[in-house]
């Protein structure tokens, strides 16, 4: 059974960070493309980041490029993501995603066959 769970949300002030882990168990870690994505009530999922099995080409949606930072540690089946400089719109719910390796897009989440139950991150002004 494959179990994908994110930790290291919570509250924190504009201008602050938080690192999201998600770890994963039930499948071979380092053979899947990883990616975050979050949702806001009355909004659809969007994606946030991904990276690939191997750590790298990474890829962010242009609101977090520069300020979030996407890592992996296979020997931890562990993906990251570095939250900094935070805003009241970075808060949603951030689900972790495993994607089919034989997907194209990294940014469509249609790809991706496995996913966290999400976690709340909420930034007050």
């Known amino acids: 059974q494959v179990r994908l769970v994110e930790s290291g949300g919570g509250l924190v002030q504009t201008g602050g960070s938080l690192r999201l882990s998600c770890a994963a168990s039930g499948l071979t870690f380092s053979n899947y493309p990883m990616g975050w994505f979050r949702q806001t009530p009355g909004k659809e999922r969007e994606f946030v980041s991904a990276?690939?099995?191997?750590?790298?080409?990474?890829y962010y949606a242009d609101s977090v490029k520069g300020r979030f930072t996407i890592s992996r540690d296979n020997a931890k089946n562990t993906v990251y993501l570095q939250m900094n400089t935070l805003s009241p719109d970075d808060s949603a719910v951030y689900y972790c995603?495993?994607?089919?390796?034989?997907?194209?897009?990294?940014?469509?989440?249609?790809?991706?066959?496995?996913w966290g139950q999400g976690i709340q991150v909420t930034v007050s002004s």
């Open positions: 995603a495993a994607r089919l390796p034989s997907s194209a897009s990294a940014v469509d989440q249609r790809g991706y066959k496995y």
């Open positions: 990276i690939s099995w191997r750590g790298g080409p990474t």
